[in-house]
């Protein structure tokens, strides 16, 4: 079915992928074709899935993942701070399990606290993966 909207598929996982919708990104259709995947899987195949809408991957994941279940939402350049930002830090996207209680001992808190906190800081504590677990808080990925 998702290829009636795109042959761009990333599968992510067995129930997750990433579509890239660019060709509607120079109208106002982008938002009306998440609703109706949303409410094609529903009525199709009987079950309710989330759709996340974003620029990137990153975001559009982080997007699916609000309120659950049967949602569309959107995590645009300028909703990032007041949605994602107020998020706990463990709730960003590939970050592991171990890193979570390191962040909350240097007081990171929440997402806007590791996009807000010194790069070089965490590039020190955590090597390349402070810099990725950065950049992902300030949305450059």
């Known amino acids: 079915m998702l290829l009636e909207y795109t042959d761009k598929i990333e599968r992510f996982s067995i129930d ?3 579509l890239d919708m660019t060709e509607y990104l120079m109208n106002d259709t982008l938002l009306n074709k998440a609703y ?14 989330n759709v ?49 209680p390191k962040l909350e001992h240097m007081g990171i808190k929440t997402i806007g606290d ?13 090597g390349k993966h402070g810099n990725l677990m950065w950049e992902y808080a300030n949305r450059n990925r």
Not at 114 to 126: C, Q
């Open 36 to 49: 109706e995947i949303n409410k094609r899987v529903r009525d199709t195949f009987g079950f309710t899935v």
């Open 52 to 100: 996340g809408v974003a620029h990137n991957k990153l975001l559009a994941k982080m997007a699916s993942d609000f309120t659950k279940p049967d949602r569309v939402h959107t995590l645009f350049e300028n909703e990032i701070e007041k949605k994602m930002w107020c998020l706990p830090v463990s709730e960003l996207f590939m970050l592991g399990r171990k890193s979570v």
């Open 114 to 126: 590791l996009a807000k906190y010194d790069k070089e800081k965490l590039i020190r504590t955590f």
């Open 16 to 18: 997750e992928c990433f």
